[in-house]
């Protein structure tokens, strides 16, 4: 069966900026959904934020294995009940490809427990993308570098928690670095950053993008999904799996009334 990848769109540029209209005409996540298509293991669609839920409904969540996420002028205006609905997604499994200026999206800095902030100038400077983990399956069939020709500059420090692997670190042509390909596993959640993606230049009509993405996708996928993990299940004395005799003090149950809902489920 193949793997369901669902691209979340900002889909705002696109509306107001010519360059970015014509780079784009199919919107951002309509050009991210057509190189993914390429691979015939992932079954892709798009939602944007302007859909009810931003597209996001837990039905829609519930038949999603991989979700893409770009966007940039508008984190704020994304629900925080839908922030939550995605974090718990990813806890449970579910696999995040997080692109671009989606480093300040409430869902990622949420992720990561940090503010995910960076340098940056936008100036259509060369990016290059050096392949530094070459065994890893996210840089499969890549040279020992690749590079953009128009892209905007991100650079350290990147406020981000060390991540698990680091696939690229890119360089620019004004001097600074950044690494621009980590990934991290948040519960049994897959997450992968790649930071090219800028809307005024055809970053995804890249043929390296394109195969980084849908290597991404393939990387990220876990087809379990962990409902468990989001229980707080208390192990009762009796059922203690060595014989165990209760001793020192401990909460009444009204000391346990006041615990947050969900948490003794
Ligand atoms: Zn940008």
């Given at each position: 069966m193949a793997i369901r990848a669902l691209v979340w769109g900002e889909n705002l540029h696109e509306q107001k900026n010519k360059a970015v209209a014509e780079n784009y005409p199919i919107g951002m996540h309509g050009q991210i959904a057509k190189l993914l298509s390429e691979d015939k293991n992932i079954s892709v669609s798009t939602v944007t934020l302007q859909d009810p839920e931003h597209g996001l409904s837990e039905a829609r969540l519930n038949e999603t294995d991989v979700l893409l996420w770009w966007g940039h002028a508008a984190h704020d205006m994304v629900d925080d009940v839908i922030v939550k609905r995605v974090m718990e997604r990813v806890w449970q499994g579910m696999g995040l490809i997080v692109l671009h200026?989606?480093?300040?999206s409430k869902v990622f800095k949420g992720l990561m427990g940090t503010p995910a902030n960076l340098h940056w100038r936008e100036a259509g400077e060369r990016e290059r993308l050096w392949?530094?983990?070459?065994?890893h399956p996210i840089a499969?069939?890549?040279?020992?570098y690749f590079e953009l020709e128009y892209e905007e500059m991100y650079g350290e420090p990147?406020?981000?928690?060390?991540?698990?692997?680091?696939v690229f670190v890119s360089w620019f042509q004004g001097g600074e670095v950044f690494r621009s390909g980590l990934t991290y596993r948040r519960g049994a959640g897959n997450i992968f950053y790649f930071r090219p993606g800028h809307?005024?230049?055809?970053?995804?009509?890249?043929a390296n993008v394109g195969k980084v993405l849908r290597n991404s996708v393939n990387w990220a996928?876990?087809?379990?999904?962990?409902?468990?993990?989001m229980k707080a299940p208390n192990t009762p004395v009796a059922s203690s799996i060595e014989p165990l005799v209760e001793r020192g003090a401990k909460l009444t149950n009204a000391d346990h009334a006041g615990e947050v809902a969900g948490a003794k489920k």
């Open positions: 200026s989606g480093h300040h392949v530094v983990n070459p065994g499969k069939g890549l040279g020992e990147f406020s981000v928690p060390e991540p698990l692997e680091t809307e005024t230049y055809p970053t995804y009509h890249d996928f876990n087809a379990d999904r962990h409902a468990e993990l």
